[in-house]
């Protein structure tokens, strides 16, 4: 009987190991792969600031003009794969800030921080911006340890207006002064300031009889 037991236990032995061996081999496999997508991740970080400086040097030296592209972005329509505001994105991290530093931060954040020490009305460069922060609306700002939409939020913030847009706003003042006025001479009227084309107009209601008495005088 303990002959026919031995036999018996023989094959669930072996399944046993068979199952313990393609675990093994399973987990194994999956370490391998771990392995790969770490280097290959490491490999990723650190080719975007490469990528810019390559990108920077054929664009300030024409290179693609040697290629008989007449245009960057023709060259990288054509050839590289890269579309055209990744590939500036990529430029601007590599001009902006040292390969330490833009490794350090990863690509989003560095084009952020590129970006504002870009808008910002202060003498500063993206590198000095880690160093010191930025005074923003009186308050001083670490901007090293902003994310990505946070600092681009601040750049929205401190990003000079364009002449055209101060024009604008203060037209809009000069416009809402004069509403005041109509509303004050005639507190039916309604006075409606907006934007149309680029300038500031006024939609003035007034009764036919009050307008009578304006051109009156």
């Not at 390559?54 to 579309?83: N, P, Q, T, V, W």
């Not at 364009?162 to 706003?169: D, M, N, T, Y």
């Not at 006025?181 to 009889?209: H, N, P």
């Amino acid at each position: 009987m303990a002959s026919k037991k031995s036999k018996a236990a023989a094959p669930i032995g072996a399944l046993l190991k068979t199952g313990q061996t393609t675990t093994t081999a399973a987990a194994k496999r999956c370490e391998e792969l771990l392995a790969l997508i770490e280097r290959r991740t490491a490999t990723i970080a650190e080719s975007f600031y490469d990528i810019g400086e390559a990108l920077r040097e054929i664009h300030h030296k024409a290179l693609h003009a040697a290629l008989g592209f007449k245009s960057f972005e023709a060259m990288l329509e054509r050839r590289s794969g890269i579309g055209r505001s990744q590939a500036y994105k990529l430029m601007a991290i590599a001009r902006s800030l040292p390969r330490s530093r833009a490794l350090a931060m990863g690509t989003e954040r560095a084009y952020a921080l590129a970006a504002l020490a870009h808008a910002s009305a202060q003498p500063d460069t993206a590198a000095s911006l880690l160093d010191t922060g930025l005074s923003v609306g009186g308050r001083q700002v670490d901007v090293s340890q902003l994310s990505a939409r946070q600092l681009h939020s601040i750049t929205r913030e401190v990003r000079p207006r364009s002449s055209a847009s101060v024009a604008l706003a203060e037209a809009k003042r000069e416009a809402d002064a004069l509403a005041r006025l109509v509303k004050k001479r005639d507190r039916q009227a309604t006075v409606q300031v907006r934007r149309s084309g680029g300038r500031m107009v006024a939609v003035v209601t007034i009764e036919l009889a009050a307008l009578r008495a304006w051109a009156r005088g």
